[in-house]
């Protein structure tokens, strides 16, 4: 459940909020003009979704490195970039 405060309304209860958010894991919607432009969620909850994005990344990354395709050594890369950087000067 997720519930919506004005910015205008938010910093006199800014500790009941956190609190909503961390104890009861309720989202707490923050709007500005009726646009919600912030979220206060629970550290764990945040830690769950930081978890998610990691594996996602991790998943994108192993299926990049399964694809066949060429592959330029790391050290080959840095060169490159390094000789890039010095026509730029």
Known sequence: ???SYSLADGPA???ALVARAADAH????LTEDDTTVAVIISLTDYQE?????????IAEAE????ADGPW????EVVAMLERDDSEQV
């Open 1 to 3: 459940m997720s519930e």
């Open 13 to 15: 209860e800014l500790e």
């Open 26 to 29: 309720e989202r707490v919607d």
């Open 49 to 57: 979704l930081q978890d998610a994005v990691d594996q996602a990344d």
């Open 63 to 66: 299926a990049v490195k399964a």
């Open 72 to 75: 330029i050594p790391h050290e």
